[in-house]
């Protein structure tokens, strides 16, 4: 009977002891129990910044914590894109990513971090098309009527971008590949300074975003000739896709979550759940559109397997084109 008794005297004592340290032990807070930063890589109040805030309001209402915006930008949104690769993988760090986050492991030749490495993709939030646009007196009408004139007049024609790298530079880049054509590229310091330029006849035509250039459209202070969007997808009713001229040309735009590398999967879920949720508020659709992007919520490995794409695409203009960054 002796020996019966220990086990159970210690049995009651194990149970005891672990009931005592569960008082002892706090329990772990579930995701998130403090504020989340979203690292915004490029200057307050632009396309990025307004996405990254309108977005980032709604998701906290999902994750009852507030979202706190950070604005990082310089070097092509790589500041503000390492320090999110520097930070722990708790979910309380994401990044705002763009289209630099696909080009610049090829575009920048020192890179203080390995893109593939030290990221973890989260969702994609959406994306937008260029659209090639021109002074309203331009001889060009139409996408033929570029490349009749950039192969009738080798390197006299150019096209202005908001810098090395962007997307405006890069769907002129695509251009000269596919359609085998020569136009000279012509970098500013942002947008507001090369659309001046072309509203001054300076430069001949640009790839601009949608939101940069609706306004000049609407007052018709600039024509828009085509978009570099796939047929049928652009929210620009009336205006020819580059593609239906261009075979194989597509150019997107696109905004995406990032979180450091090794960031448990169950905060990667709750943070795209919250996303998913905030893409039904119809403000957002409605600010989103404004802004010519589409919304595309994704899985993680949606967003991996579309940007590992982009990266691949873009390095092959990158290196045939000889694109250096500013």
Not at 19 to 27: E, K, M, T, V
Not at 191 to 213: E, I, K, S, W, Y
Not at 258 to 282: C, F, N, S, W
Request: glycine letters at 8%; proline letters at 8%.
């Amino acid at each position: 009977m002796s020996h019966l008794s220990k086990p159970s005297l210690l049995s009651r004592y194990g149970l005891a002891l672990m009931a005592a340290l569960s008082f002892a032990l706090p329990a772990k807070a579930d995701f998130p129990d403090k504020p989340i930063r979203f690292v915004v890589p490029f200057a307050p109040g632009g396309g990025t910044d307004t996405v990254a805030r309108s977005l980032g309001s709604l998701m906290s209402k999902e994750l009852g914590q507030p979202i706190i915006i950070e604005n990082r930008p310089g070097a092509s949104t790589i500041i503000g894109s390492e320090v999110v690769a520097h930070s722990a993988p708790d979910g309380y760090s994401l990044v705002v990513a763009t289209l630099a986050h696909a080009v610049n492991p090829s575009l920048q030749p020192k890179m203080p971090f390995d893109t593939d490495k030290v990221f973890a993709p989260v969702t994609l939030i959406g994306s937008s098309s260029n659209v090639l646009v021109v002074k309203p007196d331009s001889p060009f009408k139409t996408v033929e009527d570029v490349i009749a004139a950039a192969k009738a007049k080798p390197g006299h024609y150019t096209f202005a971008s908001q810098g090395a790298g962007t997307s405006a530079h890069l769907a002129g880049e695509m251009l000269k590949n596919l359609a085998k054509i020569d136009i000279v590229h012509v970098p500013y310091r942002g947008a507001g300074p090369a659309l001046t330029d072309l509203l001054g006849g300076q430069v001949d035509m640009m790839f601009a975003t949608n939101a940069a250039v609706a306004g000049f459209i609407a007052n018709k202070r600039l024509r828009p000739i085509a978009v570099t969007a796939p047929a049928g997808q652009s929210k620009m009713t009336g205006v020819a896709a580059v593609g239906d001229v261009v075979p194989g040309y597509v150019v997107d735009s696109w905004y995406a979550l990032y979180a450091p590398a090794g960031t448990p999967r169950p905060i990667v879920d709750k943070l795209v759940a919250a996303a998913r949720a905030a893409a039904k508020d119809e403000g957002l659709q409605k600010r989103a559109a404004d802004e010519g992007i589409t919304l595309r919520m994704s899985s993680p490995e949606e967003l991996d397997a579309y940007v590992k794409a982009d990266m691949a695409r873009w390095k092959k203009i990158v290196t045939e084109n000889k694109i250096v960054a500013d």
